[in-house]
């Protein structure tokens, strides 16, 4: 005999649905170890590219071998000098330990799970994706409209750091991006 899960109902729930969005982003920015007192937009994206890790699965076939790091890699002028070095430092997401490659060219790329592409590459961006098409590789960056165009998770700043997901982009590279993230996000089709 199975227990279904219960259900929040009416008023209670419009309050459990924006609890559950502050928890996730104290769950998302708990795993950070350095101690920004006041972070900064470039310090928050290190951290989410961190999170990715976590909120992201991947197919089998996007890691070579069953120990294979999970690798985030950076596309062109890197953005982050060592903060994302920083986050990084001796973490692990789903057992696996984290690497930090940088790329000069996307065909320098030959495992990589999260993709954070630089503005440097913003004239590239179509031949970017169209060389990365059918891979699991999630795809980031802050360029203009880059969700709009094929492109997976784009971070939006004004006054605060905003994600931009295309679900379809990710679902056709074989990942699956968990529901607790699509909450926090605009997510388009």
């Given at each position: 005999?199975?227990?279904?899960?219960?259900?929040?109902?009416?008023p209670n729930r419009r309050l459990w649905k924006e609890v559950s969005r502050w928890l996730l982003l104290v769950i998302v920015m708990l795993p950070c170890r350095i101690g920004f007192s006041q972070a900064n937009p470039t310090e928050l994206k290190a951290v989410f590219l961190f999170n990715f890790a976590q909120f992201v699965d991947w197919p089998p076939k996007a890691f070579p071998a069953v120990d294979s790091p999970l690798v985030i890699g950076v596309l062109g002028t890197d953005p982050f000098g060592k903060t994302l070095d920083d986050v990084l430092r001796n973490e692990k997401a789903r057992n696996r330990r984290i690497s930090l490659e940088r790329y000069k060219r996307v065909?320098?790329?030959e495992n990589c799970q999260i993709l954070y592409i630089s503005r440097s590459e913003q004239g590239h961006i179509d031949q970017i994706l169209a060389a990365l098409k059918g891979k699991p590789i999630l795809t980031v960056a802050e360029t203009e409209d880059f969700a709009r165009t094929g492109g997976m998770i784009q971070f939006i700043t004004d006054r605060r750091v905003h994600l931009r997901i295309n679900l379809s982009a990710a679902r056709s590279a074989g990942l699956s991006i968990s529901a607790k993230m699509l909450q926090l996000a605009e997510v388009i089709q």
């Amino acid at each position: 005999m199975s227990k279904e899960a219960p259900t929040i109902q009416g008023p209670n729930r419009r309050l459990w649905k924006e609890v559950s969005r502050w928890l996730l982003l104290v769950i998302v920015m708990l795993p950070c170890r350095i101690g920004f007192s006041q972070a900064n937009p470039t310090e928050l994206k290190a951290v989410f590219l961190f999170n990715f890790a976590q909120f992201v699965d991947w197919p089998p076939k996007a890691f070579p071998a069953v120990d294979s790091p999970l690798v985030i890699g950076v596309l062109g002028t890197d953005p982050f000098g060592k903060t994302l070095d920083d986050v990084l430092r001796n973490e692990k997401a789903r057992n696996r330990r984290i690497s930090l490659e940088r790329y000069k060219r996307v065909s320098d790329i030959e495992n990589c799970q999260i993709l954070y592409i630089s503005r440097s590459e913003q004239g590239h961006i179509d031949q970017i994706l169209a060389a990365l098409k059918g891979k699991p590789i999630l795809t980031v960056a802050e360029t203009e409209d880059f969700a709009r165009t094929g492109g997976m998770i784009q971070f939006i700043t004004d006054r605060r750091v905003h994600l931009r997901i295309n679900l379809s982009a990710a679902r056709s590279a074989g990942l699956s991006i968990s529901a607790k993230m699509l909450q926090l996000a605009e997510v388009i089709q």
